[in-house]
C-alpha cells in the first residue's frame, strides 16, 4: 500500500490550454474524491466517485472540467480551456467506506500564466 | 452558511504552551462523520481523527485529545504541550449524506505556530 499517489505534482501552463491530472487511489478503496484547494482555503470538493461511477459533482466543477475513473481504479480530472482562477492545487483522496478516514495524496499544483 | 466554522485564522503559541483549535459544524443529519486534518508547509493533508455522530466520548491520543459535544455543534482540538513540529494548518472536517453519498465538506483551517 503505497497510498493516493497523483501526477504531475506540479504543473505550470498557459491560459487557454487542457491539463490533465491523474490519480491512483489505494487499491482497495472504491470510493474516490477530488478537491481544489487554493492559499489560505480549505479544500472544496469538486467531484465524487464509487468505483467507476461519478454519484457527486459541484456547482464548482464547470462544463471545462471533466473527470473519469475508467473501470474504478485511477482517476483523471481534465481541464479545458484553462483561466487563471484555475490556479490552485488539486487533491485526490480515497477511502474504503463512507464515513471512513479519507486518504489524501500529495496533490498537483496547477499554475495557469 | 458555512457548514463547518474554524473561527480562529492562525494562533500563535510557545513550545510547551497548551492549544485549542475550535470547530462549529452546522448539519440537519442525524447520522454524520467529523474528522481533523494536519497540514504541515509539506503540503500533504493527513488524516488525524474520525468521529460519527453517535460516539460523543471524548479521545485522547497521546499529546492530542478531541472534545465532542453535540449540544453545541463543536468538536474541538487540543495540542498539549506543543512542540514546533506542530506548526501546521489544522483542518476540520464535516462527512453528512448528500445525494445518497457521504462527501466531506471541510473549514477554512486554522494555521498553527509553535514558536520555540
Known amino acids: 500500500d503505497t497510498g493516493v499517489s497523483q501526477n504531475p505534482r506540479h504543473k505550470i501552463t498557459k491560459r487557454g490550454q487542457n491539463v490533465t491530472f491523474r490519480c491512483d487511489p489505494i487499491s482497495e478503496h472504491n470510493r474516490l474524491y477530488w478537491y481544489r484547494q487554493t492559499l489560505g482555503q480549505g479544500p472544496e470538493f469538486l467531484t465524487y466517485f464509487q468505483n467507476e461511477a461519478q454519484l457527486e459533482k459541484s456547482r464548482l466543477l464547470s462544463d471545462r472540467f471533466s473527470a473519469e475513473r475508467p473501470k474504478g481504479s485511477f482517476s483523471t480530472l481534465e481541464i479545458q480551456r484553462t483561466e487563471q482562477g484555475d490556479s490552485a492545487m488539486y487533491l485526490c483522496?480515497?477511502?474504503?467506506?463512507f464515513g471512513y478516514g479519507y486518504t489524501f495524496g500529495s496533490g498537483t499544483r496547477l499554475t495557469v500564466v | 452558511a458555512q457548514k463547518v466554522t474554524q473561527a480562529q485564522t492562525e494562533i500563535s503559541v510557545v513550545e510547551k504552551e497548551d492549544v485549542t483549535l475550535d470547530c462549529v459544524y452546522e448539519?440537519?443529519?442525524?447520522?454524520?462523520?467529523l474528522f481533523w486534518y494536519k497540514q504541515p508547509p509539506s503540503g500533504e493533508l493527513v488524516f488525524l481523527i474520525r468521529r460519527n455522530s453517535f460516539d460523543e466520548q471524548n479521545e485522547i491520543s497521546g499529546r492530542y485529545s478531541w472534545n465532542f459535544q453535540k449540544s453545541t455543534s463543536s468538536f474541538n482540538f487540543t495540542i498539549t504541550a506543543s512542540q514546533v513540529v506542530d506548526s501546521a494548518v489544522y483542518f476540520c472536517a464535516l462527512s453528512e449524506l448528500s445525494g445518497g453519498s457521504y462527501i466531506p465538506t471541510f473549514g477554512r483551517g486554522t494555521s498553527l505556530i509553535v514558536h520555540p
Open positions: 448539519t440537519r443529519d442525524t447520522t454524520y462523520y
Open positions: 483522496a480515497s477511502s474504503e467506506r
